[in-house]
């Protein structure tokens, strides 16, 4: 008789490639835990920001380094929305996480090995009971390289640039496609580039180009895999 296991599902892959979303809608679709490291990351960068660390557009890593302990970053289901948000330091930075000023840093924060390790660590607790879908950078490459199901997700820096664009309009901010672009290809680069857990495909990670498949095209081509994935 076949029997479905509960999995550790990685999605790792370039800005702005959706996988926030079809993370988000598997975790509901299999009843599993999301967690979005990306928004650790952005709020690590926040921290950074409120604190002063960052200053003329330069980070002010010891200070970081010292003050690491004293940022504590939680997923909550807002009961309002039924969305889980992130809290910094029991505040929701949900909205304020996803600003181009924080976008602008978090790369550079991102490389810096120390604030990793700590998020890295942080990740893997949180993955040890499994029934987990994790997105961001290094999911099945460090955190989980062991993980049953892993996805790389990537699609042309514009059709990233024009989704990314739409989101931060509609949340209100001021910005132009061009400043957006410039953004995401800076990051692709930082990502890419970094000497600790730059964003490489795992070998074993299967690769998903959206730029041109419909979110709902795109879901069922992931349960197809996350079903062999379970069989046990
Ligand atoms: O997924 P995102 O765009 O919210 O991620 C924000 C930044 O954090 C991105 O530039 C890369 C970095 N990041 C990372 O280095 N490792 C992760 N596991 C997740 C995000």
């Not at 967690?35 to 200053?55: C, H, N, P, W």
């Not at 949180?126 to 892993?150: C, E, H, N, S, Y």
């Not at 795992?202 to 041109?212: F, G, M, Q, R």
Request: aromatic share 6%; proline share 1%; glycine share 4%.
């Amino acid at each position: 008789m076949e029997t479905t296991k509960k999995i550790i599902i990685a999605i790792d892959g370039h800005s702005s490639t959706g996988k926030s979303t079809v993370a988000k809608e598997l975790a509901e679709h299999l009843n599993y835990t999301y967690i979005d490291t990306g928004a650790m990351y952005r709020s690590v960068s926040l921290f950074a920001l409120e604190q002063g660390f960052i200053k003329d557009d330069t980070i002010n890593k010891e200070l970081l380094l010292k003050n690491l302990n004293k940022i504590s970053i939680d997923f909550t289901k807002n009961t309002e929305t039924g969305r889980v948000e992130t809290f910094l330091n029991s505040k929701n930075v949900e909205k304020k996480i996803r600003s181009l000023e924080v976008s602008s840093y978090v790369s550079h924060i991102a490389s810096i090995s120390e604030v990793r390790k700590l998020l890295v660590l942080q990740q893997q607790i949180m993955g040890q009971q499994k029934g987990i879908v994790m997105d961001g950078r290094d999911i099945g490459t460090v955190v989980f390289p062991d993980a049953d199901l892993k996805l790389f997700m990537t699609a042309s820096s514009e059709v990233r640039a024009t989704r990314r664009y739409e989101e931060l309009i509609s949340n209100g901010e001021k910005v132009s496609y061009k400043e957006v672009l410039q953004n995401v290809e800076e990051r692709d680069y930082i990502d890419s580039n970094r000497e600790d857990s730059p964003l490489v495909r795992a070998h074993d990670a299967y690769l998903i180009d959206n730029s041109k498949l419909s979110r709902s095209q795109q879901f069922k081509v992931i349960l197809n895999l996350v079903e062999k994935a379970t069989k046990a």
